[in-house]
């Protein structure tokens, strides 16, 4: 196992529409290991495989509070959508950052688990969130693009600094 590392918005690979998988294989098994231990050793609540630099449509998902129910979905689709919210919103590709974006209360999702088995989920509260946000990351759209231009222009700014600080720090 090993942890990957995680594109930083605004790194431009994470515009990239992701293929879906054709072939669960033994190498999109290792995938799927490597980005769970990214995710919880970044303690996320999801990871999508664009933010590895893997543009297939795979997402690791885990809301338990005790960190211990994986959640695994290969080639998912939001196939329903119900509701309005506000939800607050962090992301491991804009460190440092948390903002309020417009997501759908419930959605039915179907996908494949890690065993390539068709399963369908209806999901609400922070799973819904989760799974809105990392189906937009393989679809190439990270959550902050939801923001006015403003705002997004100084989270850029923000995080440019954020770069090029710690590559002073490593000079
Ligand atoms: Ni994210």
Do not use: W
């Amino acid at each position: 196992m090993a942890l990957l590392p995680i594109l930083r918005f605004p790194d431009l690979r994470l515009h990239t529409k992701a293929a879906p998988v054709e072939a669960l294989d033994a190498s999109v098994a290792a995938l799927i290991r490597d980005m769970a231990e990214t995710m919880y050793a970044a303690e996320g609540v999801g990871l999508a495989a664009t933010q590895v630099d893997v543009h297939q449509r795979i997402a690791v998902i885990d809301v338990s509070e005790k960190r211990d129910t994986l959640q695994v979905f290969i080639n998912g689709e939001i196939v329903g959508r119900e509701g309005a919210c506000e939800s607050e919103e962090g992301c491991l590709s804009v460190p440092g950052v948390r903002e309020t974006v417009p997501r759908a209360e419930r959605v039915t999702v179907r996908a494949l688990n890690e065993k390539g088995e068709p399963f369908e989920l209806e999901a609400e509260g922070l799973l819904a969130v989760c799974l809105q946000h990392e189906f937009d990351h393989l679809d190439g759209k990270v959550f902050v693009e939801y923001l006015s231009r403003l705002k997004q222009g100084r989270i850029k700014t923000r995080l440019f600094k954020q770069a090029q600080d710690d590559k002073d720090a490593k000079d």
